[in-house]
Nanobody, 119 residues
């Protein structure tokens, strides 16, 4: 199983980025997908998740809700994270992960993509 995240970069505050995560080696439509992030010196934290059919999404809290949108394209085995109105505190390595539906534990993780937001 491989999860390849991409789309990160260095942007100014207020900008937008769209992260992508391409999955291979698994039946993508059987897995819920999540995005997590880890800032320097901090623990990894949950950002957003989406059910296998895309019908239900969850976001971490008010820090990202309303600015970030998770989506997926099962035909392309890809999950996205649209990030708008980026803030310096969004700076982190962003990881995608996959878990079997109706389970709590994420089984597979990607290597991450760096997002840096300058003020």
């Amino acid at each position: 199983v491989q999860l390849q995240a991409s789309g990160g970069g260095l942007v100014q505050a207020g900008s937008s980025l769209r992260l992508s995560c391409a999955a291979s080696g698994l039946t993508f439509s059987n897995y819920d997908m999540g995005w997590f992030r880890q800032a320097p010196g901090q623990e990894r934290e949950f950002v957003a998740s989406i059910q296998r059919n895309g019908a239900y999404t969850t976001y971490a809290d008010s820090s990202v809700k309303g600015r970030f949108t998770i989506s997926r394209d099962n035909a392309k085995n890809t999950v996205y994270l649209q990030m708008n109105s980026l803030k310096p505190e969004d700076t982190a390595v962003y990881y995608c992960a996959a878990r079997k539906t109706y389970t709590a534990k994420y089984d597979y993780w990607g290597r991450g993509t760096q997002v840096t937001v300058s003020s």
